[in-house]
Structure formats: structure tokens, C-alpha cells
């Protein structure tokens, strides 16, 4: 079974750092994209970032270039998003999602998601 379980959520301050986990199963992310959605109560989920997994090549939405930043390990079938300088607008439910092949930054290209880990910044 196909799965994708996302971790490492949390209450930040702003201005600090997580760094959230999307773990595979069931699967090979070889010929996959592997990217990152969030919701905010009240919004459409977006778009954070993506990564090709053959390619290793990266996309990241304007509002968090420069402070969030894609990566994988390809032994641990594990992608992750190192999340800086984290804001009050930042705060969301996250989720990771698999698409054959190509990143994008609409939500029907993807055919696995996970369960979505909450992140929240606040003083």
C-alpha cells in the first residue's frame, strides 16, 4: 500500500526553525515529484515547493524563498522541508504529496498524499 506520512510539525515563534519529514512507503520515489501543500484555515491549500526526485531539481513558491529549503534522501525514501525565519502567515496544516514525474503546483497532479502535520508560529 502507497503511503506518505508527514512529521516534525510543531508551535515555533516566528523567526524560528522546523524541519518537517515526508517518509514513503509502498513505493519507489525514483520516478516521482515530491511536493509540499499547505492549508491554512479558511484558504486553498498552495503550493510550497517541489523537488524532482531523479533530477534533484527544486521549485519554491515567491513567500518562502530563501527561508524554506526541499531536500531527500534517497536511501531513507524521505523528503524533507527545512522550514527558517518562519512567520505568522506560515502557519498551516502541511502536506506532502507523489506525482508521476513532473512538479506542479496543482493539487489534482498528484496521486498520493499524506495525512498533513500542523505547523503553527506564534509568540
Known amino acids: 500500500q502507497q503511503q506518505l506520512v508527514e512529521s516534525g510539525g510543531g508551535l515555533v515563534q516566528p523567526g524560528g526553525s522546523l524541519r518537517l519529514s515526508c517518509a514513503a512507503s509502498?513505493?519507489?520515489?525514483?520516478?516521482?515529484?515530491i511536493g509540499w501543500f499547505r492549508q491554512a484555515p479558511g484558504k486553498e491549500r498552495e503550493g510550497v515547493s517541489c523537488?524532482?526526485?531523479?533530477?534533484?531539481?527544486?521549485n519554491y513558491v515567491d513567500s518562502v524563498k530563501g527561508r524554506f529549503m526541499i531536500s531527500r534522501d534517497n536511501a531513507k525514501n524521505t523528503v524533507y522541508l527545512q522550514m527558517n525565519s518562519l512567520e505568522p502567515e506560515d502557519t498551516a496544516v502541511y502536506y506532502c504529496?507523489?506525482?508521476?514525474?513532473?512538479?506542479?503546483?496543482?493539487?489534482?497532479?498528484?496521486?498520493?498524499w499524506g495525512q498533513g502535520t500542523q505547523v503553527t508560529v506564534s509568540s
Open positions: 504529496a507523489a506525482a508521476p514525474a513532473m512538479c506542479s503546483w496543482y493539487a489534482v497532479a498528484y496521486d498520493y
Open positions: 509502498g513505493f519507489t520515489l525514483d520516478d516521482y515529484a
Open positions: 523537488i524532482k526526485w531523479s533530477r534533484g531539481s527544486t
